[in-house]
């Protein structure tokens, strides 16, 4: 039987620092990703998987010419080559970001046995020096016959204790009702 005691309840609560924007965020992001995990939703890690091996291949582009047999002069051209493939790898990695991620959190898969074929997109924002948190519902293939409209939710970040421990029950509430305004079935016009 797991520990109910007020010390192991301090260990599974999530802490941020209230001075530090980033902290808060992250906080509010991870509870997010819990959340809907719980709901069913299984992660999708492909995006992700794409980044790492894009950065491996930046990576090694630049240990070869670091590394490589002859000195300066007699492999300018080498180098240049590897400035070249660099740059290019780098940019694509960049637009891949740009274009795809945005402010996303997760990309998940549809829940199993779901008559959805579409997964969510979940992206949020904390703009500098505001305290409203926005949470973005989509689907991860908006073209989609069976995409719904992406839903928001805008609130205060004012959801953390004076400690900076995160009032889940009162999050999760929010996140949920988001999740089923999102899956909602949309009233079809006659």
Do not use: W
């Not at 080498?78 to 790898?89: E, P, Q, R, S, T």
């Not at 970040?157 to 029950?169: C, M, N, R, Y």
């Amino acid at each position: 039987m797991p520990e109910t005691t007020p010390e192991a309840a301090s260990k599974n609560a999530k802490k941020a620092n209230l001075l530090d924007q980033h902290s808060i965020k992250h906080i509010l992001d991870e509870s997010v990703s819990e959340i809907v995990k719980s709901r069913g939703y299984a992660e999708d890690v492909r995006m992700s998987n794409v980044r790492l091996l894009m950065g491996a291949v930046i990576i090694v582009i630049a240990l070869f010419a670091q590394f490589y047999k002859k000195k300066f002069p007699e492999n300018r051209d080498f180098l240049i080559a590897c400035i070249g493939l660099y740059i290019v790898f780098n940019g694509i990695l960049q637009l891949l970001i740009y274009t795809k991620e945005k402010n996303a959190i997760m990309f998940t898969y549809a829940p199993v046995g779901s008559f959805n074929s579409t997964g969510l997109v979940v992206s949020s924002k904390l703009p500098r020096f505001s305290d409203l948190y926005t949470l973005t519902i989509a689907s991860a293939d908006p073209k989609s016959v069976a995409a719904n409209k992406p839903v928001e939710l805008t609130k205060s970040v004012t959801q953390f204790t004076k400690d900076g421990i995160l009032v889940e029950g009162l999050f999760s509430k929010d996140v949920d009702a988001l999740i089923n305004e999102y899956n909602k079935e949309p009233k079809k016009s006659k």
